[in-house]
């Protein structure tokens, strides 16, 4: 595998651990190790470190697409939980858009596990905010 990709500019995303191995306008993918300190009992991931792994990659998405000093946020997020993702494994977002439009983005993300199984879809909606104008 080659090197992470730096998320030093996302100081919650590297808190957690998530990992950028691949980032493109029409694709991230990222990781999220299991720890014992991310996980519910009973030692599985917990489902907002999930959401958290998923929001990271969408908003990544998201700003690989923006232009002239846009910004984002997150104005939407839905989670359909489908497994479990144990403790000492790895859940790897796969991101990649649905709508990719001048004031929105709609990113769908996958979260598997290491056995390739599906454990979430995420669907998320990105606002483009355009810069202030100075008066």
């Given at each position: 595998m080659s090197q992470p990709l730096d998320i030093s500019y996302l100081p919650f995303a590297k808190l957690?651990?998530?990992?950028?191995?691949?980032?493109?306008?029409?694709?991230?993918?990222?990781?999220?190790?299991?720890?014992?300190?991310?996980?519910?009992?009973?030692?599985?991931l917990h489902g907002g470190a999930i959401m958290s792994l998923a929001d990271t990659a969408g908003a990544v998405a998201t700003v690989l697409n923006l232009t002239g000093g846009a910004t984002t946020t997150t104005v939407e997020s839905k989670t359909n939980f489908l497994a479990p993702v144990p403790l000492g494994d790895i859940a790897t977002a796969t991101c990649e858009p649905f709508h990719k439009g001048g004031r929105l983005m709609v990113w769908q993300t996958k979260i598997t596990r290491g056995d390739g199984r599906l454990c979430a879809v995420v669907t998320q909606s990105q606002m483009v905010l355009e810069p202030r104008k100075k008066a």
């Amino acid at each position: 595998m080659s090197q992470p990709l730096d998320i030093s500019y996302l100081p919650f995303a590297k808190l957690l651990g998530i990992e950028l191995v691949e980032a493109g306008p029409d694709r991230v993918v990222a990781t999220l190790a299991v720890a014992k300190e991310l996980c519910t009992i009973p030692d599985i991931l917990h489902g907002g470190a999930i959401m958290s792994l998923a929001d990271t990659a969408g908003a990544v998405a998201t700003v690989l697409n923006l232009t002239g000093g846009a910004t984002t946020t997150t104005v939407e997020s839905k989670t359909n939980f489908l497994a479990p993702v144990p403790l000492g494994d790895i859940a790897t977002a796969t991101c990649e858009p649905f709508h990719k439009g001048g004031r929105l983005m709609v990113w769908q993300t996958k979260i598997t596990r290491g056995d390739g199984r599906l454990c979430a879809v995420v669907t998320q909606s990105q606002m483009v905010l355009e810069p202030r104008k100075k008066a």
